[in-house]
Every structure is written in structure tokens, then in C-alpha cells.
């Protein structure tokens, strides 16, 4: 709820409590989507922290918040300049376990910009905090995040074993969101393997253990890459299913990130099915999303879908360039990998539609 105190003064601990709220609406604003809201909120909550040294702890987690924001719009140099903002002070007041979450952050960007060795070293400095302080709930998820860089490295023992020692730890706390994460990582570790049935296995026991906790964006998630393996077994009307009741849960709590990725994975399953029309549909509404909220690396994602469908089966060729044109502008300024991928399709949609006429097209 929104917090105006009547007779509120900015003194003491009701600054600090008006801070602390002001933190929080940030955060909520930030899950549902509405941006504007989310920074104005943290935006107030640094500007009344600002000239107090006690409040420094506060100050630092308003960066942190806002860097978060910027990290979703793919603002990264951005997102990397308030997270450093917010490193400075923890460091400078010793809070070693706030250090730890922020160095997390920067390696997520260093993840998405594919500065994957300078991500590595981010988390293994976040490892050795968390274990200094001995915030064993910190270094499971850490670990979680040296594992994830792992699979993607194609070293599968590794992350096997790291994935491991995170489940050990979260079933000691009883850390049951904890593990239910664990298991959805270690399934899609068995995914890239192709151990389909493992893979099932632990997604269903990860599902079980979300719906167990009434943790509905996780199980949103879950059921999201079950459609995944079944639409790649062919099963198709198990995988709309599946996409379809994600969907449902996705729009309940307003988790339109989640709701956005879901309609892209339905418009491919109903674009391979020619059902163009519907395809289309679900990825226009996509897009509103992500450009509402700023997610620009989806966004990207849409729009390339979107051109490639408008070009290979309407014949809508202008639009379609267009659209893979801003797919490729925005891919490149993120410097992401995905940028050669697009720039190749606008190259073919382009040689397909106007065709170089020269001595190689002349008849010998």
C-alpha cells in the first residue's frame, strides 16, 4: 500500500521507515512492470537518504534497485554504473553480504554481454564472501550461477556436481524455494543432454515443491519449460496446454516478463503449425509488453520472430525489414551474440526480395 504518514517528519526512524517503503513500492512497481512508477519511488527514497551518513545502507540499496532497472531495459553500462554506486558504500561499510548479492548482479550483466570469464571471477568473489560470513543460503545460489555458466560451457560433470552441493545445502535450511530453483536448473542441465525423461522428472518434482510454497511465478515457470520439451517431442497439444495454463498464471500475478515469453513460445508453436494469423496475434501482444515494460532483449527476440514470419510467409517485406532492422539495431548495441543470427535473416530477406541482377544471374 502506498505509505503518506499524516504529521510525518523526515527525522529518525520516520525517515528511516519512509525510506525503507519507498524501497519496497520501488520494488513492487519494478515486478509488475510499471517502470516509471518503480524509479520514481527509488528515485524519492535516494534523494531523502542522500545527506544522512546513517542512511548510507539505504542509499546503497536504492542504487542496487535501480540498477536492477536498468539491467532489465538492457541499459547495462547504465546498470554497471549504479551497482558499482552500490558496491562503494557496502564496501566502505563492511557489509560483506550485500557485497555479495551486488557482485552477483554485475556478473549477470557480464553473463549477457558474453564477458563470461569476468562473470566467473565476479561469482567465485561473490563465493568466498558468502562463505566468510557464512550465509550458506548466499552460496547456494551462487553456486547456482557457477553451474549455469558450466552447462552452457558444455563442462556437464561440473555443473552436475556444483547443482549438487547448492541442493545439499538448500535441503539443510529447508530451503524448499531454494531447492525447487535447484531442481528446474538441474532438469534443463538434462534437457541439454537430451536425458528428456531425468529432465521431466525434475521438473515435475520442482513443480510439486512451488505449488507446495504457493509459489505461483515459479510454477509459471516450471510449466513453461515442460510445454518447451513437449512441443519439442511433438507433442503439441500437451505443450499449448501446458504454455496456455503458465499463461494464465503468469497474467493472475501480473508477471508480464513471464506472460511476454510465453506468448513468443505459443506464436512459434501456432507459426510452425501455419496458423500465421494467430501466430502474429500473440506476437504483437508480446511486443506491447516488452516495450512497455523496457525489456529490450526481448523485445529484440520479438521482433526478429515477427519480421522473419512477415517476410517467409506474408509477403509483407518492408514491414518485415523494419522490424529485423530494429530487432538487429537494438541486439547490437547490447553487443549480444544474437546480433549475427538477425543480421544473416535481414541479409537473406533482403537477397530474396531484391535480387542482385549482374553478370552472375546472366544466362551463359
Do not use: C
Amino acid at each position: 500500500m502506498e505509505y503518506s504518514p499524516s504529521g510525518y517528519s523526515d527525522t529518525g526512524a520516520n525517515l528511516k521507515t519512509r525510506i525503507n517503503i519507498l524501497i519496497q513500492l520501488g520494488q513492487a512497481y519494478s515486478s509488475q512492470g510499471e517502470v516509471a512508477k518503480a524509479r520514481e519511488h527509488l528515485e524519492q527514497a535516494l534523494e531523502l537518504a542522500n545527506d544522512h551518513d546513517n542512511l548510507a545502507t539505504l542509499k546503497a540499496n536504492s542504487w542496487h534497485e535501480l540498477g536492477i532497472i536498468k539491467l532489465n531495459q538492457g541499459r547495462f553500462q547504465d546498470a554497471i554504473a549504479l551497482f558499482q554506486k552500490s558496491l562503494e558504500i557496502q564496501r566502505r561499510l563492511g557489509d560483506v553480504q550485500a557485497e555479495a548479492v551486488t557482485l552477483n548482479g554485475l556478473a549477470n550483466i557480464y553473463i549477457q554481454q558474453g564477458k563470461i570469464e569476468k562473470a566467473i571471477a565476479l561469482f567465485k568473489q561473490s563465493l568466498e564472501l558468502q562463505r566468510r560470513v557464512g550465509n550458506v543460503q548466499g552460496e547456494a545460489a551462487t553456486l547456482n550461477n557457477l553451474a549455469a555458466i558450466d552447462v552452457q560451457q558444455g563442462k556437464i560433470k561440473r555443473a552436475i556436481a556444483l547443482f549438487q552441493q547448492s541442493l545439499e545445502i538448500q535441503r539443510r535450511l529447508g530451503d524448499v524455494q531454494g531447492e525447487a530453483a535447484t531442481l528446474s536448473n538441474l532438469a534443463g542441465t538434462y534437457v541439454y543432454t537430451e536425458e528428456i525423461e531425468e529432465a521431466i522428472a525434475l521438473f515435475q518434482r520442482s513443480l510439486e515443491l512451488q505449488q507446495r510454497i504457493g509459489n505461483v511465478k515459479g510454477e509459471a515457470a516450471i510449466l513453461h519449460q515442460l510445454a518447451y520439451i513437449h512441443a519439442h517431442q511433438g507433442d503439441i497439444d500437451t505443450a499449448i496446454t501446458l504454455y496456455q495454463k503458465s499463461l494464465n498464471l503468469t497474467q493472475r500475478i501480473g508477471d508480464v516478463q513471464g506472460e511476454a515469453a510465453t506468448l513468443n513460445n505459443l506464436a512459434f508453436i501456432y507459426a510452425q503449425q501455419e496458423e500465421v494469423e494467430e501466430a502474429i496475434t500473440l506476437l504483437q501482444q508480446s511486443l506491447d509488453l516488452t516495450q512497455r515494460i523496457g525489456d529490450v532483449q526481448n523485445q529484440a527476440t520479438t521482433l526478429a520472430m515477427l519480421g522473419q514470419l512477415l517476410a517467409d510467409k506474408k509477403g509483407e517485406i518492408e514491414t518485415a525489414l523494419n522490424y529485423l532492422q530494429q530487432a538487429l539495431d537494438i541486439l547490437q548495441r547490447l553487443q549480444s551474440p544474437d546480433a549475427e543470427t538477425v543480421s544473416r535473416i535481414l541479409d537473406r530477406v533482403r537477397r530474396d526480395s531484391y535480387p542482385v541482377v549482374g553478370k552472375n544471374n546472366k544466362r551463359e
